[in-house]
């Protein structure tokens, strides 16, 4: 492992100024990625400056109803929070979904946003990868892309966001609040993620020597009816094959008044379906009419052999969560679901000898969690 500095900030205005005196210098939240990647040569700072003990603020109620959360805010105090559990439910159901009890007590809510990508070849310093090294190639491309991106993604590179909460984030309308020396400045969410372009290397828009202070969540009251979905090898303790975030509301006669969806595991920033939202509103709350959405917005994707069992997985995750949040009865075969007539081979994935392989799918309670995600 490389020699580097470490420095304690005490607070946000002198961890703003180490940063932008020192161009190679970066954040420590809780440790939990930056320090993995740093054994493995892939991160390589010459500073890293703790801010795990600055005071950005715990969960505050805002004025208008919403939420501002403090970049130093532990994922596992986030999920358990009432205020979160009550108005954002798909949040806390996304955050138990993730890693495990003790990492998720490790975890910011600042370091979580900024967790890189799995990506096999992005971690193994042997092994070309645009992301890493510009100019190298993408070993991904031609090779093993079972878990990466069919949306957003371009020959530079199929990465994705590996994470759970900015899922819910995305579908959230969420707003990440940052310093830097010229003062506080804020980007939707939709803006602070990056689709690669040209430059694979930048996950975000956040500017260098920037420091994320909080994440921020408007009033929505759709999202006190919201959910998150995850699927993925094991129940516990995987990143995600595909997962969806998102929130329902739905008027008298059945149709949909309001919908939010956003897409995970799917593409290099969390993937919010607007394509499937316009189609959705006005339209009648059933399984058909959210599969034909899904289907709507998955047309854009750009598969591998190995990753196209994603199209019709994020299609089922889209029909089963909304069917959930409709308070619809989607367990049995529904035969005005053209997505229960998919062929369920494509999203099964196998094993090494061939045999089919079980996804689990987890619908997490969204209470407090024990150590490995499962609800208490
Ligand atoms: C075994 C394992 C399994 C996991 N499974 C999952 C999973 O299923 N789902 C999931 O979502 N995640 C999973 N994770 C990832 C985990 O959620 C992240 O490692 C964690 O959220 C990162 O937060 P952190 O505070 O430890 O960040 P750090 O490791 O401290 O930092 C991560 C990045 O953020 C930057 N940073 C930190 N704080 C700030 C700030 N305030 N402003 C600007 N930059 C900052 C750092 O410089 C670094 O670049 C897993 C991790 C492990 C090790
Ligand atoms: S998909 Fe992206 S991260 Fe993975 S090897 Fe290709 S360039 Fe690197």
Redo the contacts with the bound molecule.
Sequence with gaps: MKTFEYERATDVASAVATLDRTPNA???????????LMKLGV?R?DLLVD??RVD?GGVDELPDGGLRIG??VR?SDLAAHPLVRTRYPALTR?LV????GQ??N???????????TRCTYFMDTTKPCNKREPGTGCGAVAGLSRELGILGVNDLCIATH?????VALAALDAIVV?ETVDGEQRLPIDEFFREPGDDPTRDTN?PSG????AVELPSLPVATNSTYRKA?DRRS????LGSVAAALSVDEAGLVTDVRIALGAASPVPWRARKAEEALVGSPATPASFAAAAQLELAAATTTEQNAFKVPLLTRLVVGVLSELAGLDHEGDDPADPAEDADPSPFRPTGADGSPRRVAADVDPGAATGPEGSAS
Excluded: C, W
Excluded at 97 to 100: L, R
Excluded at 162 to 166: I, L, N, Q, S, T
Excluded at 237 to 240: N, T
């Design positions: 970066k954040p420590l939240g809780g440790g939990t990625n930056l320090v993995d991160e700072p801010v795990s950005f970049a130093g994922n996304a979904s993730a890693a495990s990492l998720r490790q975890a910011t809510t600042g370091g979580n946003l900024l967790q890189r590996p994470g759970d909460m900015a940052f956040l920037a420091l994320i202070t993925r303790y995987a990143f995600a």
